[in-house]
Nanobody, 127 residues
Framework: VQLQAFGGGLVQAGDSLRLSCTAS????????MGWFRQPPGKEREFVAG????????SHADSVKGRFTISRDNAENTVYLQMNSLKPEDTAVYSC?????????????????????WGQGTLVTVSS
């Protein structure tokens, strides 16, 4: 299983960025997916999650209204659209896949709820 995240970079506060994560080695449509981030010197934290079909999503309070998770099962890709970026959004962003065939729950916000992880992409937001 390989999850490849890309799209990070250096942006200014207020800018937008879209992250993508492409999966291989698994039946993508059978896995709920999530985005997590790890700010410098801090613990990894949940950002957003999405069900297998994309019909249900959840977002952390800190990003609600600014970030949107979506997926394209035909492209084996999950996205994170990030708008109105703030300096505190600076972090390494990683995507993760949940257990195959498991119904998604909005309570899947822990790292242990996900079984496959990709390398992250760095997002830096300057003030």
């Amino acid at each position: 299983v390989q999850l490849q995240a890309f799209g990070g970079g250096l942006v200014q506060a207020g800018d937008s960025l879209r992250l993508s994560c492409t999966a291989s080695g698994l039946t993508f449509s059978r896995h709920y997916m999530g985005w997590f981030r790890q700010p410098p010197g801090k613990e990894r934290e949940f950002v957003a999650g999405i069900s297998r079909t994309g019909s249900r999503t959840s977002h952390a309070d800190s990003v609600k209204g600014r970030f949107t998770i979506s997926r394209d099962n035909a492209e084996n890709t999950v996205y994170l659209q990030m708008n109105s970026l703030k300096p505190e959004d600076t972090a390494v962003y990683s995507c993760a896949a949940g257990n195959a065939g498991t119904l998604y729950s909005v309570y899947y916000t822990r790292s242990s709820d996900y079984v496959n992880w990709g390398q992250g992409t760095l997002v830096t937001v300057s003030s």
